[in-house]
């Protein structure tokens, strides 16, 4: 079975093309063009496609990849909603992800982030190499004994709670599905968690339900002086409440390795327009915000997870079995 990969960089193929040499039932072509409905309809002679967080998986993607023969679309990732699930059953295309590779890899990120924005390792940085050794206003906060509040504690967010447990921190959180094994957490309501955390860390996926789950309102809950760190979705946080929030400076620092525009591929494309008048841009003035392209993942434990359980996605595809990583 032939796979198109898209959005493909040169470490996916690194990595893929070593994991692939398990599988020689799999053909792998790779193309750098992101997947939308117009990059959709150039497939050819390929059962599968390979796609990706930042791919428009919608419901004209998904016409134009079914009228070109696609039958699976293998998310090589653990996020989906850029995904109409719905439409990919109405066209009889099946769509698999790989729902936890290595959590810890996002986790570390996450706490490498609330590090950076505290201790503002970021603007030390970038002093110290223009020969500049002062100081001033780069006062940090002790995380030991403060208080961390993890919203989602599925694979990743019970990595975050060990880590910050190892920090010496309190740890609460908040899921509707408290994780019995996290006996050194203690789960919380959302008003509670708001309240009373000196580090929050978002690590519930993005739905309908929780999309701008960060707003004035629940921004004007939290503690003044909380450090915010997402590494989950972009649409967790309204961008234009944060922006307010952090001019009546509410944030000691805030930590986004995802943001809402993500999607739009602003920054890849480089249009100045767009640039100008983006919220991502916006926030990026501010010296206490530091924001990343959506790296947590990237490591090479997790890159070598991701390969295998993806083409291992595919493999059960065409043996016709059922894996619990299809998503319809
Ligand atoms: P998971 O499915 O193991 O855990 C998600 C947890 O969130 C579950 O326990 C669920 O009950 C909880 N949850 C759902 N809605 C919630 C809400 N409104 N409030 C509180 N909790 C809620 O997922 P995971 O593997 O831990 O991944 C979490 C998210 O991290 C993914 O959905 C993805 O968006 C993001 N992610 C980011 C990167 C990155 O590189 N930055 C990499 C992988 C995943």
Redesign the pocket.
């Known amino acids: 079975m032939r796979i198109t990969f898209f959005a493909t960089k040169q470490y996916d193929k690194e990595t893929f093309a070593k994991i692939g040499k398990q599988y020689p039932e799999l053909e792998l072509e790779y193309w750098e063009t992101e997947l939308s409905p117009r990059t959709a309809s150039y497939v050819t002679d390929s059962e599968a496609v390979c796609a990706f967080?930042s791919s428009d998986v919608g419901e004209k993607t998904l016409k134009a990849l079914k009228d070109k023969g696609v039958k699976l679309v293998l998310m090589r990732?653990?996020?989906f909603?850029n995904v109409d699930l719905d439409a990919a059953t109405r066209y009889g295309i099946r769509v698999m992800r790989v729902?936890?590779y290595s959590?810890e890899?996002?986790a570390e990120?996450a706490m490498g982030l609330a590090l950076a924005v505290n201790r503002r390792i970021h603007k030390a940085y970038i002093r110290v190499r223009e020969n500049n050794f002062s100081l001033q206003g780069l006062t940090g906060v002790n995380f030991y004994k403060k208080t961390a509040g993890i919203?989602?504690?599925?694979?990743?967010?019970?990595a975050m709670t060990r880590i910050c447990h190892g920090f010496g921190m309190k740890v609460i959180a908040?899921?509707?599905?408290p994780?019995p094994e996290l006996d050194f957490v203690q789960y919380v309501d959302?008003d509670e968690l708001l309240a009373s955390s000196d580090l929050i860390s978002l690590?519930?996926?993005?739905?309908d339900?929780?999309h701008h789950?960060i707003n004035l309102e629940t921004i004007n809950k939290m503690k003044d002086g909380v450090i915010l760190v997402n590494?989950?979705?972009g649409g967790l946080i309204k961008t234009d409440d944060l922006i307010t929030g952090i001019r009546e400076k509410k944030f000691f620092g805030v930590g986004l390795?995802?943001y809402e525009e993500e999607t739009n591929n602003v920054f890849e494309n480089r249009e100045d327009e767009i640039l100008m008048h983006s919220t991502t841009a916006r926030l990026l003035s501010f010296p206490n915000v530091i924001i990343t392209s959506?790296?947590?993942?990237?490591t090479d434990t997790a890159l070598e997870a991701i390969s295998e359980v993806t083409l291992n996605n595919a493999m059960a595809y065409l043996r016709g079995e059922k894996k619990g990583t299809e998503l319809n």
């Open positions: 967080v990732c653990s996020g909603n729902p936890g959590p890899a996002v990120y919203i989602g504690t599925g694979k990743i967010g019970a908040y899921d509707k599905y994780n959302m690590h519930c996926p993005l739905t339900s929780n789950l590494t989950s979705r390795d995802v959506h790296q947590g993942f990237l």
